[in-house]
């Protein structure tokens, strides 16, 4: 039976023994958390090799001759380059394959085009009185983070649920100077699991931004990060950009975060060859080259994109068991209550919730004092402000099998006392 449907006794009746559940788990004195999208203790050991994959002095130079353990080689060696414009649908003199963490390149990127300009000939960002930014939401935290520490106006665009909403994102550039860009998660987006439609990226790519250095940040953190042997397919944007003569408009972004180690892994933008070349002049200044070493260890552990595709297959069989989890305890104790939806993702890292209109920060207090530790309530706007307070952010892939069982029991008792206490006000 519906939750709204029944009666006010039937109502009452409900929250009381979910109460009494909930009081029983709050009791156990739990510690579980589910707050960021970490890889767990297996996924990480399924890389341990590439800790030994350098190791001696012969096993140190490049493909090129390159000795990795001395300075230089400014945008990465080669043979990285050419994995990466392999998972990123470029050519490899469109890829900077820089250190660990593409979030970094994403901020540098952001900064290089307040300080500099995006070409060397348009106007630095920081001579607007002020600029504006799309954010697409539910959305990444750490995107929108960037843009308040920058003091980047932030712009909620409407996640639907084959991508963002292209009307208001092409009414908007079109109109406004002064907005500069877009993130964008395109695939199993963060945390909505959504997959941007052919569509999308066809209008994505055809964009006629008032703004001349207008960027689409394309952050494809998770182009290969698949839960199931039919992934979903996303248009090459590079492509289509190309086909419009407009290829300078977007950064692509990736890395091995999640495919090796998240703190220790290898990442990497592409751009046009013009954007690449004036983005390299900038870069001589900040470093005189990336950690090679890593770079080495990780081309040579892989033995390039193929290798990682393969080895991506052991990570599916680790995760897709725990997603299984919250989407089984979803559909089982929420569906026939309709107090919540959700997408079932076919990769990524999260199951996007949501709940009845104003139970979020509830249900997330809720599992918190029940010792379950989510995403905060919001998180997933700009400014952390969910208009209907209603999306939780599920990262199931930390905790162990157990302990993700037990924490979406707490869960659902959680949503389904919050939502009986909403519709008994």
Known sequence: MLLNEMSKDELLNFKNSQQ???????SMGLSLNMARGKPCTEQLDLTLGLLDAVHSESSLLASDGTDVRNYGVLDGLPKAKVMFSQMLGVEPDEVIVGGNSSLNMMYDSVVRNILFGTDGESKPWKEYDRIKWLCPSPGYDRHFAICESLGIEMITVPMLSDGPDMDMIERLVSEDETIKG??????????TGITYSDEVVKRFAALSPKASDFRIFWDNAYCIHHLTDTPDKLLN???ELKKNGKEDMIYIFASTSKISFPGAGVAAMAASKKNIKYILSKMTVQTIGPDKINQLR???FFGGYDGLVEHMKKHTAVIAPRFKVVIDALEKEIAPLGIGTWHNPNGGYFVSFNSLNGCAKRIVSLCKEAGVILTSAGATYPYGNDPDDKNIRIAPTYPSLDELKTAMEIFVTAVKLASAEKLSD
């Open 20 to 26: 009494q559940k909930y009081d029983e788990y709050k």
């Open 182 to 191: 877009i993130w964008c998660v395109p695939m199993y987006s963060n945390p």
């Open 237 to 239: 944007i590079m492509d």
């Open 298 to 300: 990780h081309y040579k």
